[in-house]
Each structure stands twice: as C-alpha cells, then as structure tokens.
Nanobody, 127 residues
Framework: QVRLTESGGGLVQAGGSLRLSCQAF????????IGWFRQTPGAQREFVSA????????NVADSVKGRFTVSKDNAKNTVYLQMNSLKPEDTAVYSC????????????????????WGRGTQVTVSS
C-alpha cells in the first residue's frame, strides 16, 4: 500500500523560502511520477509541479516557474519542492500525489492520473 507523508510547511514572510518534503512508502522510484498540488478553501486543486521518478524530468506550472523547483532523492524515497520568493498568493495546503505506473514525459499535471495522495501541509505566506 502506497502512503505519502508531507512535511515542511509553515508560516513565512513574503520573499522567503520553504522546502516541502514528500516521503513515499511502498512506492518504487523506478517508474511513475510524484506531483505537487495546492488548494485554498473554496477553490479547485491546482497543479504546482511534478517529477518523473525514473527520468527525473520535471514539469512546473507557469504560476511558479522560476521560483519553485522539484527534486528527488531515490535513496530516501523522498521528493522535495523548494519554494523561493514566496508570495501571499502561494498560501495553500500543499499535497503530494503518486502515479506509480505512468512514465509520461513530461510528468502529468492532471489530477486524475494520480492514484495516491498525502494529507497535505499548510503553507502560509504573510505580506
């Protein structure tokens, strides 16, 4: 059974940085992808970034391009989301999700292809 656990969220001032971690249990890093999504109350879940677990190829939403970077550590079964130059509009609950099988290039931004989800971690950016 795949289980994902996010960590690293918190409160930060605008312009600051945070690094989120997504540790995956029961998931092979030889195929598939892990994506990061975010959601604010009353809004739809939004794609942020994704990384192919075999290739390391990344996909980044335009809204965070140049500020957010996704990476992985196969030895730790962990995917990271480095968030720099944070803005108040980045405030959301950030969740990671796993697609264990598809090795699409670039990794998908579509919510429905991700089968397993973490519970999320709150990121709050103050102005």
């Amino acid at each position: 059974q795949v289980r994902l656990t996010e960590s690293g969220g918190g409160l930060v001032q605008a312009g600051g940085s945070l690094r989120l971690s997504c540790q995956a249990f029961g998931l092979s890093f030889s195929s598939g992808a892990i994506g990061w999504f975010r959601q604010t109350p009353g809004a739809q879940r939004e794609f942020v970034s994704a990384i192919g677990l075999k290739t390391g190829e990344s996909n980044v939403a335009d809204s965070v391009k140049g500020r957010f970077t996704v990476s992985k550590d196969n030895a730790k079964n962990t995917v990271y989301l480095q968030m720099n130059s944070l803005k108040p509009e980045d405030t959301a609950v950030y969740s990671c999700a796993a697609d264990p099988q598809r090795s699409k290039a670039p990794p998908s931004s579509l919510i429905y292809v991700y089968d397993y989800w973490g519970r999320g971690t709150q990121v709050t950016v103050s102005s």
